[in-house]
């Protein structure tokens, strides 16, 4: 379980593709590497990954990525020097900055705009219309991992598409590979787990009402 609250960027080193899954060697900071124990999980880009191996001397963590995620996330598009969010799970004692992110990516979304508007940052992303019922206005949500607000929120972006809209702090913008996302790019999507369960709980109406 994570906060969607940053700690901070890994570059991937290596990609090995073989034809099951991927292995992703990244480099991360000395914090993530000296705390992260073989079979612990992190989060990469909001994907709760299990470390298999480190390598001390250059501070690199490899993680396998099996066929299931590689249909759910971006996982498939990432190249060698890119950037990816980290983060290690969240501890009893520890504050919930962010939001309840559990790792789980719902689906993949589709960057519209990712630009300074009137002062401030606005990222908007257009999603599947499946997932827009559990886009509400002020909650939470996880982008690569990154636990934001939404800001605003369009229904009908297209026939298949809505789109939600975050305002990113410069902080955020800063200290997450959004600083490098450009429009068209891809991002994982973690919907708010309350509503999921909410929607479960609710009985369920009958298709001929």
């Known amino acids: 379980m994570f906060t969607g609250i940053i700690k901070s960027l890994g570059t991937i080193n290596k990609v090995q593709k073989n034809e099951f899954q991927l292995r992703f060697e990244i480099c991360a900071s000395k914090d993530i590497f000296d705390t992260t124990n073989i079979g612990d999980s992190v989060s990469v880009n909001g994907v ?3 470390a298999i191996n480190k390598v001390k001397d250059k501070n690199i963590l490899f993680f396998d990525v099996v066929d ?5 996330t971006n996982f498939k598009l990432l190249t060698n020097l890119e950037k990816v969010n980290l983060e290690t799970p969240l501890k009893m004692s520890d504050g919930l900055d962010g939001h309840i992110v559990q790792g789980h990516v719902d689906t993949i979304g589709t960057i519209i705009n990712n630009e300074l508007i009137d002062e401030n940052w606005l990222l908007e ?23 934001l607000t939404i800001a605003k929120i369009n229904e009908d972006y297209d026939d298949e ?49």
């Not at 992303?125 to 636990?147: F, P, Q, R, T, V």
């Not at 939600?164 to 410069?170: D, F, L, T, Y």
Request: with cysteine; hydrophobic share 35%.
């Open 48 to 50: 709760c990954l299990t």
């Open 68 to 72: 299931e995620t590689l249909q759910k």
């Open 125 to 147: 992303i257009k999603i599947d219309k499946k997932w827009m019922k559990y886009c509400i206005l002020k909650g939470s949500i996880a982008i690569d991992g990154i636990s």
């Open 161 to 209: 598409y809505g789109s939600i809209s975050m305002s990113i702090i410069p902080h955020t913008l800063e200290n997450t590979n959004l600083q490098f996302k450009n429009r068209k790019d891809t991002v994982n999507i973690e919907t708010d787990f309350f509503a999921k369960y909410i929607e479960k709980l609710l009985p369920k109406k009958e298709e001929n009402e």
